[in-house]
């Protein structure tokens, strides 16, 4: 199947954050029988990430507040993007900055390499103070975000978009309209943790995203909302456990998925899910079409 350009051996991605940079999990699984592998997010410059804990467990859910720990963009295409070479799976490389022009920056550089083949971008992060989600809660910023990276590749641009506003087809519109190839919703909601015997929040930055079957409802509503006022195919994310969950999100108007939390609960997830839609798609012929 073909998604806004990206060749796909079928409609589950792995979601950013979740799966590294596909070595953490190569020993685990086959990484070609995923549909495409979509890496943390990528800063120009290295980031610790943000003060411990970072991870709180929750009610069919967690919270992270990890805050883009990376190496930065160099150590990624000298480290990270020749072992991903290895593999006959697409890559997409999701791009996070704390202004524009490092977002330009970032998709200039990963356009010149052949192996990558779109690029995800990140404004829907909740766990920094610049950038993130402070440009995907504003659909005037989201456009102009989207509209640079769209002047600086060539590539498909998935635009991310962050479930923590009120109305999300508005940033959803601007994306698009700024020329985003696709969309990918959702990204985590805001949300907090308090142990009731220090008083004090269980994350190091007080809050974090949460994510995993509690917010699936939430994820579900927001694609079918999005996909009927977009023409763009839409990613479906939030919660995807089983090929069940993932089928929830292609009759809410997805053309594709990503499993996060899923990924860290069994590292088959991915895989299995991909077993779980074909058996589906057998036993409801006419219901699905992944051309
Ligand atoms: C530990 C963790 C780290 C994440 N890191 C990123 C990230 O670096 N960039 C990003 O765009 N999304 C990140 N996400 C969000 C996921 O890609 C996904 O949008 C979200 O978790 C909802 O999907 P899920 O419920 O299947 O996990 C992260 C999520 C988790 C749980």
């Avoid at 524009?100 to 995800?120: F, N, Q, R, T, W």
Wanted: contains cysteine; glycine residues 10%; proline residues 4%.
């Amino acid at each position: 199947m073909e998604l806004a350009g990206i060749k796909l051996k079928n409609p589950v991605m792995v979601a950013s954050g979740t799966f590294g940079w596909g070595k953490e999990y190569a020993d685990y699984i086959d990484l070609n029988k995923l549909g495409a592998i979509v890496t943390k997010s990528i800063t120009l410059k290295s980031r610790e990430g943000n003060p411990p804990p970072r991870i709180v467990e929750t009610p069919a859910g967690m919270l992270n507040s990890i805050g883009l720990q990376n190496e930065g963009l160099e150590h990624f295409l000298k480290e990270d993007l020749p072992f991903l070479a290895k593999f006959d799976t697409a890559l997409i490389v999701n791009i996070a900055g704390e202004s524009i022009d490092e977002y330009v920056e970032l998709a200039k550089k990963l356009s010149k390499e052949s192996m990558v083949k779109g690029i995800e971008v990140n404004i829907s992060c909740p766990n920094v103070k610049k950038g993130g989600m402070a440009f995907g809660c504003d659909a005037g910023l989201t456009k102009e975000v989207i509209a640079a990276v769209r002047k600086a590749t060539t590539q498909p641009i998935i635009a991310k978009l962050t479930p923590n506003v009120t109305d999300i087809t508005l940033t959803a519109k601007a994306a698009v309209e700024a020329g985003a190839d696709a969309l990918s919703l959702i990204n985590t909601i805001v949300g907090m943790s308090i142990d009731i015997e220090t008083g004090k929040s269980r994350l190091g930055s007080l809050t974090g995203g949460l994510s995993g079957p509690a917010i699936k409802p939430i994820a579900v509503r927001m694609v079918y909302e999005v996909s009927h006022v977009v023409k763009v195919p839409v990613i479906g994310i939030g919660g995807i456990m089983t090929g069940n969950d993932a089928v929830e999100f292609f009759l809410a108007g997805a053309k594709a998925v990503q499993v996060g939390t899923a990924n860290f609960v069994d590292t088959e997830a991915s895989i299995k899910i991909v077993k779980e839609i074909e058996d589906y798609v057998h036993r409801h012929p006419r219901t699905l079409n992944f051309s």
